[in-house]
């Protein structure tokens, strides 16, 4: 997992000093935000493009999870938030935000897959060949069969 810029920022605008370690824990590799002080306010950082995002949730607070320019998340088949979250908003550069109130200690985990927005039409139209495929096959085997 690739994080790019991090940022820590408290109630009053101030940037926070933190340091980020990598600890693998069954396999997987896990960012770690070190602080040097307690603060209230909020992480952000922008995460590699592998379509999926997962966070623990320790404590309750707001969670906004921003999905990169054109990609979404709903479909059972593709990809989904879970827990589904409180409310999805549209950003002014047109992201996808997904928000969750205070879902601590109900969830302990919060996983979003997500997926490029033209991937269900994609998918119809691979599934609509490779079926008008199989009916020219069996309609060759079948008038072959039949002389």
């Known amino acids: 997992m690739a ?13 926070v000093d933190f ?9 997987k590799t896990f960012m770690r935000f070190d602080f040097n002080t307690s603060f209230t306010g909020y992480v952000a950082f ?6 999926e995002f997962s966070r623990q949730v320790m404590r309750n607070g707001s969670i906004h999870v921003v ?7 709903g479909s059972k088949f593709l990809g989904i938030a879970i827990p589904e979250p409180d409310n ?25 897959k997500y997926y490029q927005k033209s991937s269900p039409l994609m998918l119809f139209g691979f599934m609509v060949i490779l079926l008008g495929g199989v009916l020219i096959v069996s309609c060759y085997y079948y008038f072959s069969i039949r002389r």
């Open 3 to 15: 994080i790019k810029d991090p940022v820590a920022v408290d109630i009053s605008g101030n940037k």
């Open 19 to 27: 340091n980020v370690s990598r600890e693998a824990i069954f396999g």
């Open 46 to 51: 922008s995460q590699s493009n592998d379509g």
């Open 67 to 73: 999905l990169p320019v054109n990609f979404t998340t």
């Open 88 to 112: 999805i908003t549209i950003d002014t550069l047109g992201r996808e935000v997904l928000i969750w109130n205070d879902p601590y200690p109900k969830y302990n985990l919060i996983s979003v």
